[in-house]
């Protein structure tokens, strides 16, 4: 397949200085539609902040953000999230007191533009409940719709979190280390999770499990110290030398087969 057969997202020689320290340095990235791209690298390889980038939480020093064909590098946060590039913890299970149900039509509802018409009447609400539950269903929460979201276990909150960032209709899914601090299990079903919400969309994805990466993303992009290391499938960038040594010193990540 032609990489550069349909990019949705083509970011070049994206900078970002803060006083006297470059913490992303002339990146270019390409991520393709309908694909799940990866961004891996060391602790402070830049990773965060190139997604603050992307969404505009930052302005860059340097470079050019084009999306659909169109250059949004200087747009708001606002107006980047109107054009379907949504951030998962933009929208996390912000209220642990309403339902799971709750939470994904409070998704619903910002994507119909009435975010803080909390005091609006369930029969004008109702209509969404459709909807929230077809998602809930997406990601396995059905049975837990009518549970205090405080009460979810932890695997189950990031699924939550999944289905109202799918709430938002994103083009262009980031999502942000998905399965930090999950055990094996969780890991195994947010991972399963992605792959299938995945399907027909695109994800860029922050991940530090190697297993996750390995065994859903279509490519990869590793970072070290703000700039790009190596690009590819799995199996190329998994064999590269300076990959390998990047990882080498670092305790959070091994490569093979890590976790």
């Not at 060391?42 to 997604?51: D, H, Q, R, S, V």
């Not at 979810?152 to 909150?157: A, C, H, S, T, V």
């Not at 992605?194 to 530090?208: D, F, N, Q, S, Y």
Request: charged fraction near 20%; charge should be neutral; include cysteine.
């Amino acid at each position: 397949m032609n990489h550069h057969a349909n990019p949705i997202l083509e970011v070049r020689g994206l900078t970002k200085e803060f006083k006297g320290f470059t913490a992303v340095s002339g990146v270019d990235l390409t991520v393709q539609r309908g694909t799940i791209h990866a961004l891996i690298g060391p602790n402070g390889a830049g990773k965060t902040t190139c997604f603050n980038l992307l969404t505009k939480f930052l302005e860059p020093s340097a470079g050019s953000i084009v999306y659909n064909g169109r250059d949004i590098t200087r747009e708001s946060p606002a107006h980047i999230a109107r054009r379907g590039i949504i951030r998962s913890f933009q929208i996390s299970a912000v209220f642990p007191h309403l339902t799971v149900l709750e939470n994904v039509r409070v998704g619903l509802q910002r994507k119909l533009g009435t975010a803080m018409h909390f005091w609006k009447s369930q029969s004008t609400l109702a209509p969404l409940n459709g909807r929230a539950m077809e998602l809930l269903d997406e990601v396995g929460l059905a049975d837990f719709a009518h549970t205090e979201t405080v009460s979810l276990p932890y695997g189950r909150k990031r699924a939550l979190e999944i289905a109202t960032t799918l709430a938002m209709d994103p083009e262009l899914m980031l999502l942000d280390e998905p399965t930090q601090g999950m055990g094996h299990e969780d890991v195994d079903r947010v991972t399963q999770l992605i792959k299938k919400v995945g399907a027909g969309r695109t994800i860029l994805m922050v991940e530090h499990n190697m297993n996750v990466v390995s065994s859903i993303a279509d490519r990869i992009t590793v970072l070290q110290r703000g700039a790009i290391l190596a690009e590819g499938p799995y199996e190329e960038v998994s064999r590269n030398p300076a990959v390998i040594e990047a990882y080498m010193g670092s305790a959070d990540t091994e490569l093979a087969g890590a976790h």
